[in-house]
């Protein structure tokens, strides 16, 4: 079970509290009308499945209740890193040293 | 006393017999035995029979590793355990043991005869015997494979004791207790860490539980392991818990632990739970899980009597149990020569020790001939004899891995093996930590860790008890400076110490065929080296591809014994290095755990809560029937008299159509939407216009997920401009919040909105009938009810009967309707006014059966009944719902998808069979032509189907292939006693279509 920081708890705290929602990053266009039929799949449906480093979205369900987006390695499972909803992207090169 | 025992020996209580039983036989035992040494204590090895060939079995090891000797143990009225290894089964007054797989009794099985027809099942048998005709399946292979093949029989009552679970959290957890785990907690105990010791056995000591000889810091080993636990029990920052298993190493240094509390005593106290799982959160762990002997691969080699060196030591040593009258040897490993000389030293003739190196140790084999034990260095076993206990063993002389001179029978009644030692690195798997080739010592060792774990010992291969002290404190220190304290390894003394090396071998070679030899890898699932050879010749190429194939390592022992002795072989025949076949994953749990364990209590009435509303009691009094609804229970039907539900609903229909009927609407789903831009919000979430919806009016709102298709539904109320009510399906209610937060928080932050979930907060009554006014008029205050002024769908607060409420014009029958949201506290007493009010009305109170009918007579869909997560509102046959005007709303842009606009989808439709007492099955499928070869191509299925006591007949709702195309025309159901004609109607409304009894 892991232990995951909740960026505004600020506070590690056991998996079963949380609830996984998905691949960070996608925002939902501002005029869905404005996009083609593949441009819409692709937002839909096309998502990175990287192994390795995944940008992905968490809430804190059982806690405060509020979304946040994490770094995970999707190998070792293991948190790189987690921050609020809407926070840029974090460096990567940063939060893994010199492996990345 | 037992004719195997030596009086006084061992670590077990001489003066205190223990009976049990064993295949109804008492077996005389003493507190402290295990059944294993027990058994073998009065003379008895043949203990089961092996899982495919039925093959005689005995004890083969003293540990959890034990894949031969699986008991069923019974252990009072309904405890009765399948598959317990009689190694680890403790005895005690009264408790009943018997073998496994063998009918009709051990020494005289039927099952035998495949042991004769062994060529038949060779690796990969299962695939190759029973591929075809696929119907033999059910009626001759997998009968015949359940009777022939299989371990202990499932208890048949249910388990009538509890179990307990707890989460801790240590400086330090130590998994083992044996040397290198001692010295770890003495050293992280005394810097005054918090520390955790483990250990499975029933006592701590491990390998110096077997090695009484050694001399440790001046004592006797026996004297420093009391000594060095009263030391550790009297450290109050050390929990030290015998009898508990590290099953599992999770992430961030999570370790389950699994504790028998009970199996081991004769009158466990009262309400004690049999097993307790731990979940331990350790900052750092140290594993000295120590190292598993590994069998010899001969002909053979798996004959009762044979058996592993270090077993034959343990029990000797540990349980005072000599193993035999007569034993030899076979080993590649130095550790067999101290154990033959301690059974020599016991009394215990020892006939021949051979090894199948050229050079060992000369000390040792002087100090064997000085015995009077034959020597055979650079040798091999080709065979050995006795059916139900081993009698000889045929010995060969080896040059250059093939044999090279004529064979010679040794008498024996036991053979001791030993084919090296692996270290147990399997809760170091568990970690993804990587493991390491060790050319030298021909073992994998720990390398690359991912947690914060140290490995110990001879689970790193360090041999010998100083060594292993040594590096067992090291790793405690390495521990206690990783937390920032200080503490220095503690030092040991060790003399008379027994340190040792040896080899690794694929199977020993024969001057036999190798083809018709039995030699065993892989004793519990019957692997032979000749299957592993097999499954490479038909082209298994990877490890985890030859370990399916012939099941090598499958068994409930998870290859503790086999893995590499599998691989040996693997690599061998592949031609290729052990470490570019690799290894085959471990994975939890370590041992066999219990349902049980896991389950902890959730059980019962724990496993998962039941909601009730604040109604159920008064639905319970008047005996209803109950469903399960999402996490609620709800009434069903409520039978009077002798009625069954068929006529329970029957009535309630009738009552709620012709008079009035009241429901028990609590668990419906209901969030509150408020701020400044709830509208705006409302405008984007659901499918509807919400703008023009004034403050008092109701709409029926429809979710929709981005991918275009209905995700919920429910009526919504617009209490003031910023304000709404939502209600939710029952089920839906946690999911809809969640995905209206989702979108709030993450794309919408701007919109000043804030969701509330209200579900707990009211309790609804909804009233249905045409005197549903007539009754709720005298008793609402503050409110005009009639039609002019609160027309259906209207919402507004008001009091009922004194209580404050939140009343609606709704109804999901069809009928004039209301529904009574008061704060949760009065649903109660709201339920009962009303039920004392309606008498002059006959009124009735219905279950969710009926209120399925009424709704389904009416044509409105129940999400996730009618709908299966890929309808669209056009699918559903409810467009109207949707705001064409808005730009956009969840879903919008994918209702234009290709496949969404496509033809030939299913739509919602109605359907009414030709012959109209027949009701349809739900799920039934349907086709155009009956006719048609099988497979048929199927156009869709019933979703809800009904007997209609308004109208007569049965009625019934389905997804349909272009259905509503089809209005007017004959679609068919075949079932297995015939073929059902029904008539497609384009609109799911059966019963008063114009909506005119709404209007009342
Ligand atoms: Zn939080």
Known sequence: MLLIHCPYCDKELPELEFAYAGEAHIARPVDPSALSDDEWRDFLFIRSNPRGTHFERWRHIHGCGRFFNAARDTVTDKFLTTYPAGEARPDISKLTGSKA | ?1000
């Open chain 2, 1 to 1000: 006393m037992s004719a195997f025992r030596i009086a006084g020996k061992g670590r077990v209580n001489h003066s205190k017999p223990v009976r049990f039983t064993f295949d109804g036989k008492t077996v005389q035992a003493l507190d402290g035995d295990t059944v294993a040494s027990a058994l073998l204590a009065n003379g008895i090895h043949l203990v089961g029979r092996s899982f495919k060939y039925h093959r005689p079995r005995g004890i083969l090891t003293a540990g959890s590793e034990e894949p031969n000797a699986l008991v069923g143990t019974t252990r009072g009225p309904g405890r009765f355990e399948p598959n317990t290894r009689a190694t680890m089964q403790e005895v005690f007054d009264g408790l009943k043991t018997e073998s496994q797989n063998r009918w009709p009794s051990l020494t005289m099985d039927i099952g035998s005869v495949n042991d004769r027809m062994h060529k038949l099942f060779s690796a990969g048998f299962y695939y190759k015997t029973f591929m075809w005709p696929r119907s033999f399946w059910d009626k001759v292979y997998e009968p015949f494979i359940r009777a022939a093949a299989g371990l202990g029989k499932s208890p048949t009552e249910e388990d009538p004791d509890h179990y307990a679970s707890r989460f801790h959290h240590c400086d330090v957890l130590i998994v083992g207790g044996g040397a290198a785990g001692l010295a770890a907690a003495l050293t992280a105990g005394r810097s005054g860490a918090s520390v955790v010791l483990v250990d499975e056995q029933s006592e701590l000591g491990g390998s110096l539980l077997s090695e009484p000889s050694i001399e440790i810091d001046g004592k006797d080993a026996w004297s420093w392991l009391d000594a060095t636990v009263a030391e550790l029990s009297g450290m109050a920052n050390v929990r030290i818990m015998t009898r508990t298993t590290a099953i599992g190493y999770y992430h961030q240094n999570m370790v389950g632990l699994c504790q028998k509390l009970t199996d081991h005593m004769a009158t466990p106290p009262a309400d004690a739970p049999r097993e307790r799982l731990w979940r331990v959160r350790a900052k750092q762990v140290v594993l000295a899980q120590g190292a598993s002997e590994k069998p010899l691969v001969f002909d053979g080699n798996d004959r009762p009597g044979v058996m592993m060196a270090g077993a034959a030591q343990t029990y000797l040593n540990r349980f005072g149990v000599t193993v035999g009258r007569y034993a030899a040897v076979v080993t590649s490993h130095d550790s067999a020569w101290y154990a033959a000389f301690d059974l020599l030293t016991a009394g215990v003739k020892v006939n021949a020790i051979v090894d199948t190196r050229a050079q060992v140790d000369p000390t040792l084999v002087d100090s064997a001939r000085a015995l009077g034990i034959d020597v055979f260095l650079s040798s091999t076993v080709t065979g050995t004899s006795g059916r139900k206990r081993v009698t000889s063993m045929t010995v060969a002389p080896v040059t250059d891995g093939k044999v090279s001179g004529g064979s010679h029978v040794v008498a024996c009644d036991t053979v001791l093996m030993c084919g090296g030692w692996t270290p147990n690195l399997h809760l170091f798997s568990h970690t993804k930590g990587s493991l390491i080739w060790d050319d030298e010592n021909k073992v994998y060792l720990p390398h690359e860790k991912t947690e914060e774990c140290q490995v110990a010992g001879a689970g790193r291969a360090v041999w010998g008890i100083a060594d292993t002290l040594k590096d067992g404190a090291d790793a405690g220190a390495a521990a206690v400076k990783s937390l920032g304290k200080s503490g220095a390894a503690v030092t040991f003394t060790v003399s008379k110490d027994r340190t040792g090396s040896g080899e690794t071998h694929r199977e020993l070679p024969t001057d036999g065929d190798p083809g018709s030899a039995r030699a065993f890898i892989d004793f519990q699932n019957d692997v032979q080296a000749k299957d592993i050879r097999l499954a490479v010749r038909e082209g298994m190429k990877s490890i985890e591809h030859v370990k399916r194939y012939t099941t090598n390592g499958m068994a409930t022992d998870q290859g503790k014994l086999s893995n590499i002795n599998g691989l040996m072989i693997a690599s061998d025949a592949l031609g290729r290095d052990v470490k570019q076949v690799g290894l085959t994953t471990f994975r939890p749990p370590y041992t066999p755990t219990t349902f049980g364990a896991l389950a902890g209590y959730h059980k019962d009435g724990h496993f998962e809560i039941t909601r009730k509303t604040t109604i159920d009691s008064w639905a319970e009094e008047k005996g209803a029937v109950f469903e399960p609804v999402a996490l609620f229970r709800r009434a069903r039907y409520f039978p009077q008299g002798s009625e069954d539900m068929h006529a329970a609903v029957n009535r309630e229909c009738k009552a709620t159509r012709t008079s009035l009927g009241m429901f028990d609407a609590s668990t419906l789903g209901k969030i509150e939407v408020v701020g400044p831009d709830a509208v705006e919000f409302m405008n984007r979430m659901y499918t509807n216009p919400w703008t023009k919806l004034q403050p008092g009016r109701c709409r029926y709102g429809l979710l929709l997920g981005e991918d275009g298709y209905i995700r919920d539904d429910g009526v919504i109320g617009r209490l003031t401009e910023d304000r709404f009510h939502v209600t939710t399906t029952t089920g839906g209610a946690p999911r809809v919040l969640n995905m209206m937060e989702d979108y709030l928080q993450t794309e919408w932050p701007d919109l000043k909105v804030w969701l509330t979930s209200t579900t707990e907060q009211w309790a609804v009554v909804a009233l249905n009938g045409p005197n549903a006014r007539k009754l709720l008029e005298p008793l609402v205050e503050g409110l005009d009810i009639s039609d002019e002024a609160f027309p259906h769908m209207s919402v507004a607060d008001c009091t009922v009967g004194g209580l404050p409420a939140r009343l609606f014009r709704v109804s999901f029958t069809g009928e004039l309707g209301f529904e009574v949201n008061v704060p949760a506290r009065y649903g109660l007493q709201l339920w009962e006014m009303l039920w004392e009010a309606g008498q002059q009305y006959d009124i009735c109170p219905y279950g969710t059966e009926t209120m399925h009918v009424l709704r389904a007579e009416k044509g409105y869909i129940i999400i996730g009944q009618d709908t299966d997560g890929t309808v669209t509102p056009d699918d559903a046959g409810i467009s109207w719902a949707i705001g064409k005007a808005k730009p956009d709303f969840v879903g919008k842009r994918s209702l234009a998808r290709p496949d969404l606009v496509a033809s030939g989808r299913k739509q919602l439709i109605g359907l009414l069979t030709v012959d109209p007492k027949t009701v349809l099955e739900e799920g039934a499928q349907i086709v155009d032509d009956p006719k048609q070869p099988i497979p048929m191509k199927m156009l869709g299925h019933v979703t809800s189907s009904y007997w209609s006591e308004a109208l007569g007949r049965s009625i019934a709702m389905a997804v349909v292939e272009d259905g509503r195309a089809r209005d007017g025309k004959s679609v068919y159901i075949p079932m297995p006693n015939g073929v059902i004609e029904a008539t497609v109607q384009a609109s799911t409304v059966f019963y008063d279509p114009e909506g005119a009894r709404l209007k009342l």
